[in-house]
């Protein structure tokens, strides 16, 4: 009789936990940035249709580069921490493909999850990774410019940041933001090891 009664605490808190998880999004996350993930899929076609129609020839076969990569598994071996390089690539609106250099981006773990902070360059953000499934992370942040204090997330759309993260690589990822608050129709900021 006890076995099954700790077998049942033990489903409980497992069950508990996992809602807990599962939950904390759909209560941080804002109607604007919901809205924009749930036109994603239409935004990220049209942004890619604009960049391919009117970038440069190398641009296009960098972006086609990055685009092709697989979307892995965010398992237990893959492990976010530490320091990154990472770039910003716009598509869709004027110019409709600009492709930036490298900066620094650094991610850490306080103990509920990964935070991502972009620490070089002049455009930053900061943020905070949910799991949305073992192949794709949502992103909460915030945009800022450098030498000034980021806000913290739902200060409000000309600030915060979402998108949906994928693991590209044995040390790569990236992050895709449709509809960003400024200059394209989805960025991509795409991070290496």
């Given at each position: 009789?006890?076995?099954?009664?700790?077998?049942?605490?033990?489903?409980?808190?497992?069950?508990?936990?996992y809602?807990?998880?599962?939950?904390?999004?759909?209560?941080?996350?804002?109607?604007?940035?919901?809205?924009?993930?749930?036109?994603?899929?239409?935004?990220?076609?049209k942004?890619?249709?604009?960049a391919?129609?009117?970038?440069?020839?190398?641009?296009?076969?960098?972006?086609?580069?990055?685009?092709?990569?697989?979307?892995?598994?965010?398992?237990?071996?893959?492990?976010?921490?530490?320091?990154?390089?990472?770039?910003?690539?716009?598509?869709?609106?004027?110019?409709?493909?600009?492709?930036?250099?490298?900066?620094?981006?650094?991610?850490?773990?306080?103990?509920?999850?990964?935070?991502?902070?972009k620490?070089?360059?002049?455009?930053r953000?900061?943020?905070?990774?949910?799991?949305?499934?073992?192949?794709?992370?949502?992103?909460l942040?915030?945009?800022?410019?450098?030498?000034e204090?980021?806000?913290?997330?739902?200060?409000?759309?000309?600030?915060?940041?979402?998108?949906?993260?994928?693991?590209?690589?044995?040390?790569?990822?990236?992050?895709?933001?449709?509809?960003?608050?400024?200059?394209?129709?989805?960025?991509?900021?795409?991070?290496?090891?």
């Open positions: 009789m006890i076995h099954r009664a700790a077998i049942a605490t033990m489903l409980c808190f497992v069950l508990a936990s809602a807990h998880a599962d939950g904390a999004i759909t209560r941080l996350i804002t109607k604007s940035d919901q809205a924009r993930l749930d036109k994603y899929e239409d935004t990220r076609t942004a890619i249709d604009a391919r129609k009117g970038g440069g020839a190398n641009d296009i076969k960098q972006l086609d580069t990055v685009l092709a990569k697989p979307n892995l598994a965010f398992g237990e071996e893959f492990d976010m921490v530490g320091n990154w390089k990472c770039r910003t690539i716009k598509l869709g609106k004027q110019p409709p493909l600009v492709i930036y250099g490298w900066f620094k981006c650094r991610v850490s773990d306080d103990g509920s999850g990964w935070m991502l902070e620490t070089s360059g002049s455009q953000t900061k943020g905070r990774f949910y799991t949305e499934s073992d192949k794709r992370l949502t992103y942040g915030v945009g800022y410019i450098a030498g204090t980021p806000k913290t997330y739902n200060a409000g759309p000309e600030n915060d940041q979402v998108g949906y993260a994928y693991r590209t690589a044995p040390n790569a990822f990236r992050i895709e933001f449709p509809a960003p608050a400024r200059e394209s129709l989805m960025d991509i900021l795409e991070l290496q090891r």
